[in-house]
C-alpha cells in the first residue's frame, strides 16, 4: 500500500523560515519524480516545485524561485521543501505528490497524494 506522509507545516511570521518533509512508502522511491503542491484558500491547487528521480531535473514555480529549495534523501524514501524568506502570499495547504520516473508541472500526471500539510505566514 502506498503512503505519502507530509509533516513540518505550521504558522510562522512574515520573513521566516520552515522546512517541510514527505516521506513515501510502499513505492519504489529512487524511480519517482516528487513534487510540491499547494492550494491556498479560494484558489486553485499551483505547482511550486518538483525534483526528478535522479535529482537532476529541478523545477521551481516563479512565485518561489529564489526562496524555496527541493531536495530529495532517497535511502530515507523522504522529499524536503525548504522554504526561506515566507510571505502571506505563501499561506496555503502544501501537498506532497509522487510521479513514476519523468517529471512534470502537470498535477494530473501525478500517482500518488499526501494529505498536505497547512503552512501558514503572518504579516
Known amino acids: 500500500q502506498v503512503q505519502v506522509v507530509e509533516s513540518g507545516g505550521g504558522l510562522v511570521q512574515a520573513g521566516g523560515s520552515l522546512r517541510l518533509s514527505c516521506v513515501a512508502s510502499?513505492?519504489?522511491?529512487?524511480?519517482?519524480?516528487m513534487a510540491w503542491f499547494r492550494q491556498a484558500p479560494g484558489k486553485e491547487r499551483e505547482f511550486v516545485a518538483s525534483?526528478?528521480?535522479?535529482?537532476?531535473?529541478?523545477d521551481y514555480a516563479d512565485s518561489v524561485k529564489g526562496r524555496f529549495i527541493i531536495s530529495r534523501d532517497n535511502p530515507k524514501n523522504t522529499m524536503y521543501l525548504q522554504m526561506d524568506n515566507l510571505g502571506p502570499e505563501d499561506t496555503a495547504i502544501y501537498y506532497c505528490?509522487?510521479?513514476?520516473?519523468?517529471?512534470?508541472?502537470?498535477?494530473?500526471?501525478?500517482?500518488?497524494w499526501g494529505q498536505g500539510t497547512q503552512v501558514t505566514v503572518s504579516s
Open positions: 525534483i526528478g528521480w535522479r535529482a537532476y531535473n529541478i
Open positions: 505528490a509522487a510521479k513514476y520516473v519523468l517529471s512534470s508541472m502537470d498535477e494530473g500526471l501525478y500517482d500518488y
Open positions: 510502499g513505492v519504489t522511491f529512487n524511480y519517482y519524480t
